[in-house]
């Protein structure tokens, strides 16, 4: 049954890569390759590298955008593009759902909360950053706790907490 299984599995992939234009079997490879430079430039703190990638892939990401946005978003953050990965990551939780959104919202809230602390910084109260920021971390643990194996996104959400709490 397993060998059957196999079988009808390995037929379909066959037929659905004869059905491929000539091209589009290259394509798939070529994103690939782009794609594992980006996600490397990102795991190698190359955030600025990563950004561009990212950005290049888009427009042929096709049923992959959302997660690659994702992924733009958070290469956004560690670049310190604190503004952009909160927006980017906001448009992609608008339109998830379970823990794809959880997601979105944990690099937005934490995107919020780093450009509320350089606001702070530099003077400017950012109380609307930090409502948001929690709303956000909010309803990311509600959602899916496992995605907050260690406390950090919860810890985040207290110092939110008590910078509210501070005025």
């Known amino acids: 049954m397993i060998g059957l299984k196999r079988g009808v599995a390995l037929g379909l992939s066959m037929l659905a890569l004869a059905a491929c234009e ?7 490879a070529d994103f690939q390759r782009k794609y ?3 996600r490397k430039a990102l795991e190698d703190g190359n955030y600025d590298l990563a950004v561009r990638n ?9 049923p992959l955008e959302p997660r690659l946005r994702l992924e733009y978003a958070h290469a956004l953050l560690r670049a310190d593009r ?18 794809n959104r959880a997601a979105a919202l944990a690099v937005e809230g934490t995107a919020l909360h780093e450009s509320a602390l350089a606001d702070m910084r530099a003077g400017r109260a950012a109380p609307d950053k930090l409502r948001r920021a929690e709303a956000a971390l909010a309803e990311m643990l509600r959602l899916d706790p496992s995605l907050d194996p260690l406390g950090a996104m919860q810890s985040r ?5 008590g910078s509210l709490r501070r005025g």
């Open 22 to 28: 000539p091209g589009a079997i290259s394509q798939g």
């Open 82 to 99: 604190h503004d952009e990965a909160a927006a980017v990551a906001g448009a992609v939780a608008r339109g998830q759902s379970g823990s």
């Open 36 to 38: 594992d430079g980006a």
């Open 54 to 62: 990212y950005a290049a892939l888009m427009p042929s990401a096709g």
């Open 157 to 161: 959400r207290d110092e939110i907490a």
